[in-house]
């Protein structure tokens, strides 16, 4: 089944403590992006990545960094953690052909405290 | 900048009845528009896109959108709602001088009333 499959889903932990939210698809798509999602604000960009080894900021990429080092996996990073990063945090993939949607994780909770 | 807008934070409409839930956007060329479905505790589902061609879209679960380039809008449209479409609707569009990035309305909720 193709899809775009994000661990863990629900996280709780402290200021300060460094995790990766992982992310893998298996559609064979260049294109992956990170986004959050705030009550009010919709669904923000945090990183995209147009390839391998190609990462780019998105509009909100402080506290958050990215890598991109295989086709199929395209992990999140914060190095240091903070309670305004408390987010549902989603990943997602998308051909690069121009005009194609994207292919959504199932999201992942991160609570900071 | 490329952007949408989705004028209204929730909708309220009986079962059996049309719904509508609007979208306007703001793009320079040709848009690229979609429309996505967030149920309880689940990712965004892909509903629909426009491109080109036919300004009335045919999506997933009886969807359509319909287009309207003199208006820039991009209503999604069902004609007899469900209790089962109550979700939070996004609009969105992708940006082809941003690296195809893909900028998402502030999502508009459906409530479906039995």
């Known amino acids: 089944e193709a899809q775009v499959t994000q661990n863990p889903r629900y996280l709780i932990t402290v200021t300060g403590k460094k995790l990766t939210v992982t992310c893998s698809q298996n559609?064979?798509?260049?294109?992956m992006s990170w986004y959050r999602q705030d009550p009010g604000l919709g669904l923000r960009q945090i990183y995209y990545?147009?390839?391998?080894?190609?990462?780019d900021k998105g509009d909100v990429p402080e506290g958050y960094k990215v890598s991109r080092k295989e086709k199929r996996n395209f992990p999140l990073i914060l190095e240091s953690p903070s309670p305004n990063q408390t987010s549902l945090y989603f990943c997602?993939?998308?051909?690069?052909?121009?005009?194609?949607?994207?292919?959504f994780g199932s999201g992942t909770r991160l609570t900071v405290v | 900048a490329q952007s949408v807008a989705q004028p209204e934070d929730q909708v309220n409409v009986a079962e059996g009845n049309p719904l509508t839930v609007k979208c306007t956007y703001s793009?320079?060329?040709?848009?690229?528009l979609f429309w996505y479905v967030q149920y309880p505790n689940r990712g965004l589902q892909f509903l629909l896109k426009?491109?080109?061609?036919?300004?009335l879209v045919k999506g997933s679960y009886g969807f359509e959108a319909e287009f309207n380039k003199s208006q820039t809008s991009f209503h999604l449209k069902k004609p007899s709602a469900l209790v089962s479409d109550s979700a939070l609707y996004f609009c969105?569009?992708?940006?082809?001088?941003?690296?195809?990035?893909?900028?998402f309305g502030k999502g508009t909720r459906l409530h479906i009333l039995p």
């Open positions: 997602a993939s998308s051909p690069s052909v121009k005009g194609l949607g994207y292919t």
């Open positions: 559609m064979n798509h260049e294109y």
């Open positions: 990545s147009m390839n391998v080894e190609v990462t």
């Open positions: 793009v320079s060329g040709n848009p690229y």
């Open positions: 426009y491109i080109t061609g036919d300004n």
């Open positions: 969105a569009v992708r940006d082809m001088n941003r690296d195809d990035k893909i900028i």
